[in-house]
Nanobody, 121 residues
């Protein structure tokens, strides 16, 4: 069973940066589109970003556009979400997900358990 694993979360001050990683030990992710989602307490799950398996092409939610970047390193079987200029409203649990395409990422079959990102002074 494919299980995604997120890492890199933590506590950061407003304006700071974090880099989240997503990988799947024992499985190759280079044939999947990978998306990042987040969910804050009392809020709906929000799509943050997605990267396609080839190209690659990328997508960002308006709320993070210009601040976040997504990339993949196939040699390391990892996908990264670089988060810069962090704001308190970025505080959430961040999840990665794998699907055939970014178009279908909301219905992804594979999800991680999440990593907590807290932006606070």
């Amino acid at each position: 069973q494919l299980q995604l694993v997120e890492s890199g979360g933590g506590l950061v001050q407003p304006g700071g940066s974090l880099r989240l990683s997503c990988t799947a030990p024992g499985f190759t992710l280079n044939s999947y589109a990978i998306g990042w989602f987040r969910q804050a307490p009392g809020k709906e799950r929000e799509g943050v970003s997605c990267i396609t398996k080839s190209g690659p092409s990328t997508y960002f939610a308006d709320s993070v556009k210009g601040r976040f970047t997504i990339s993949r390193d196939n040699a390391k079987n990892s996908i990264y979400l670089q988060m810069n200029s962090l704001k308190p409203e970025d505080t959430a649990i961040y999840y990665c997900a794998a699907a055939a395409t970014c178009r279908g990422i909301y219905g992804a079959d594979y999800w991680g358990r999440g990593t907590q990102v807290t932006v606070s002074s």
